[in-house]
Antibody, heavy 122, light 107 residues
């Protein structure tokens, strides 16, 4: 059964870079049917799609975050990662790594990590 | 971005009630709509995709309908384990976007 596990610092200072890694197990990260992505949820609020990456390195980013965002993938390690630069308190959220089905574009999310809370504070 | 608006924002119902949640898209998204269930402290779970297709393992009391701009999620007979927040998501156009959520509580 596919498992996704987020890892990274739980506390980041304002203006610094938030970096998270997702490790995939129980399935193949080079499965051509899927993209691998990130979704965040501020405490007590709704869901925001951050972006997604294919095993080939092709990416789609949310335009609202694109200028600060870089995603990468390491298929040999079965990992993909997120870097969000110049963070502010508004980036404080629960960050989920996810698997997103490829239809014509990345579509439904059928697997989720447990989520990792990242707080931006000095 | 396509805006997704759910109604109601919260809903109180009794066990065995029929429950309906609506999701409205700001433009035509064909049937590229999914529904998710999120229980407290847990990650969301996919219930329905392509507006009306039940994900494997999801109880048949859940159903979805609609097309273009208006969609509904129906629970035919509410069970205690259905207490959760429900989100719709469009995947017609990137960025994919979610509704604000509907919190379902027991009366």
């Amino acid at each position: 059964q596919l498992q996704l596990q987020e890892s990274g610092p739980g506390l980041v200072k304002p203006s610094e870079t938030l970096s998270l890694i997702c490790t995939v197990s129980g399935g193949s990260i080079i499965d051509t049917r899927y993209y691998w992505g990130w979704i965040r949820q501020p405490p007590g609020k709704g869901l925001e799609w951050i972006g997604t990456i294919y095993y080939s390195g092709n990416t789609y980013y949310n335009p609202s975050l694109k200028s600060r965002l870089t995603m990468s993938i390491d298929t040999s390690k079965m990992q993909f990662s997120l870097e969000l630069r110049s963070v502010t308190a508004a980036d404080t959220s629960l960050y989920y790594c996810v698997r997103q089905s490829l239809v014509v574009i990345p579509a439904t999310i059928d697997s989720w990590g447990q989520g990792t809370l990242v707080t931006v504070s000095s | 971005d396509i805006q997704m608006t759910q109604s109601p924002s919260s809903l109180s119902a009794s066990v065995r009630d029929r429950v309906t949640i609506t999701c409205q898209a700001s433009q035509d998204i064909s049937n590229y709509l999914a529904w998710y269930q999120q229980k407290p402290g847990k990650a969301p779970k996919l219930l329905i995709y392509d507006a009306s297709t039940l994900e494997a393992g999801v109880p048949s009391r859940f159903s979805g309908s609609g097309s273009e701009t208006v969609f509904t999620l129906t629970i035919s007979s509410l069970q205690p384990e259905d207490i959760a927040t429900y989100y719709c998501q469009q995947y017609d156009t990137l960025p994919c976007t979610f509704g604000q959520g509907t919190k379902l509580e027991l009366k």
